[in-house]
């Protein structure tokens, strides 16, 4: 009796795996993980075009382009200030003794033009290319993190899929069995201690696949944030992981994360700083301003042509350019206390999170290499015994929760792994490929 209700229990679980088996792949391997695919799922490049096309902090650091190309614009001309045109028109009357009055224009047309000194033209033109060069590494710094973000809530949904799937596997095994042990408890062949915990078992079942639905949803509601889908578009994800061997090392780490964007760009905007710097500090000494005048002075009969030419410099005598030159000055210390606290910081997050990336490894390694074969290995031992006599149903379960136990740990485990990996090559600046190429195992 007891192996016919097992058979019916295992053909039952297999009935419903078949019905699924339309929208899940099939386990290559025991590192390989199915997942939930649909017809509208996204894959982890589409998720990233879409991000790159939509995400508003990305878009927000790219809209401050045109500021900076125009006022590279301005510090491209061949001088900073514009030259000033003047005139001047004069009607004079005279009325000399004896003689009918007189009335005759004069007029004057003059420029004048401001020429910086002490080299401000090119100290201003090259901040302003470092400024521009500081922006576009911004942006690719931005862009890398916004990957980076997307990647990670991408994970997080395609884990919680996987989760699913193995909870509607758990919950299909523990409503047949629980089913078994009511017939067996209404034929007096189990006592109802057995039948209550069949239950519960069932009710804990459905219960955890009911916190991971709302897990998943909230997971789709942030990954459909950074896409910045519609409200009602909550996207699922298609795809699989894989643990393969690390195409990265420390060192190899380290030295492209002293290659970040982000290092980078501060070290532009060090450059530009110390060139606003240079650039206040020769605004202390006084501009020429250089006119040309001409014109047509005096009486009909005594017309005059005059021309003239103006020189005028202001004596830097009350005012030094001090407040210039303090801001800049107070800038420049700013940015090199940002670079070296920034390289500090990555390198120290690139070693942090290699040491945890070599610690979650050995966990998903131990898990899937002894952990999960023993407890596969005893859950059909079980079975043998159960159908034999020489265990009862508490046992039964017991082997069965304990397995399905270790692969919830699996799986966490294996989602922290590859959370962790994203977070490391964002790290380190490195821009990955897709997630079913590159996950990386033991750290080397």
Do not use: C
């Not at 650091?61 to 900073?80: K, N, Y």
């Not at 090392?249 to 501060?266: E, F, G, V």
């Not at 990555?346 to 490894?361: D, F, G, K």
């Amino acid at each position: 009796m007891r192996w016919q209700l097992l058979l019916l229990g295992v053909a039952s679980a297999l009935t419903a795996q078949a019905q699924t088996s339309g929208d899940r792949q099939t386990p290559t391997g025991p590192h390989e993980r199915t997942v939930v695919v649909r017809a509208n799922a996204l894959s982890l490049e589409e998720a990233w075009a879409i991000a790159e096309q939509a995400n508003p902090t990305l878009r927000a650091v790219q809209a401050q382009q045109p500021a900076a190309r125009g006022q590279l614009r301005d510090t491209q001309g061949l001088l900073w200030n514009n030259p000033q045109l003047a005139t001047d028109l004069t009607r004079r009357r005279s009325t000399p003794a004896g003689v009918a009055s007189q009335s005759y224009p004069e007029w004057t047309a003059g420029v004048a033009q401001t020429f910086e000194i002490a080299g401000q033209q090119g100290y201003r033109r090259r901040a302003a290319q470092l400024e521009a060069a500081a922006l576009d590494q911004d942006i690719e710094e931005v862009r890398r993190q916004v990957r980076g973000e997307v990647e990670l809530a991408f994970t997080r949904v395609l884990a919680l899929q996987q989760r699913i799937a193995l909870e509607l596997e758990a919950l299909t095994t523990a409503e047949d069995s629980a089913a078994a042990v009511r017939k067996r408890v209404q034929a007096g062949e189990d006592s109802r201690l057995e039948g209550n915990l069949s239950t519960v078992e069932a009710e804990r079942a459905r219960n955890q696949l009911t916190i991971l639905q709302e897990q998943l949803l909230d997971a789709r509601s942030q990954l459909a944030a950074l896409l910045q889908l519609a409200p009602a578009m909550l996207p699922a994800v298609t795809g699989s992981v894989a643990v393969q061997p690390s195409p990265y090392t420390l060192n190899a780490l380290l030295a492209s994360a002293a290659d970040r964007p982000l290092l980078k760009a501060l070290a532009l905007g060090e450059d530009a700083a110390r060139n606003r710097l240079s650039l206040e500090r020769a605004a202390a000494y006084p501009d020429v301003t250089v006119g040309v005048t001409t014109g047509r002075e005096g009486a009909l009969d005594s017309r005059e042509r005059l021309t003239m030419l103006s020189v005028s410099v202001p004596l830097p005598l009350f005012r030094r350019n001090a407040t210039g030159i303090g801001r800049a000055a107070s800038d420049l210390s700013r940015t090199q206390i940002e670079r070296e606290a920034a390289r500090r910081d990555i390198e120290a997050r690139v070693r942090t999170l290699w040491e945890r990336l070599a610690s979650l490894h050995e966990r998903v390694t131990r898990l899937s290499g002894s952990v999960l074969p023993t407890l596969t290995e005893n859950q059909r031992l079980s079975s043998v015994a159960f159908r034999a006599g020489e265990i009862g149903l508490v046992q039964l379960l017991l082997v069965n929760r304990q397995l399905i136990d270790a692969r919830r740990d699996y799986l966490d485990a294996f989602a922290n792994f590859v959370e962790t990996r994203v977070a490391l090559e964002q790290a380190a600046g490195i821009t990955g490929e897709a997630i079913t190429q590159r996950t990386p195992a033991k750290p080397r």
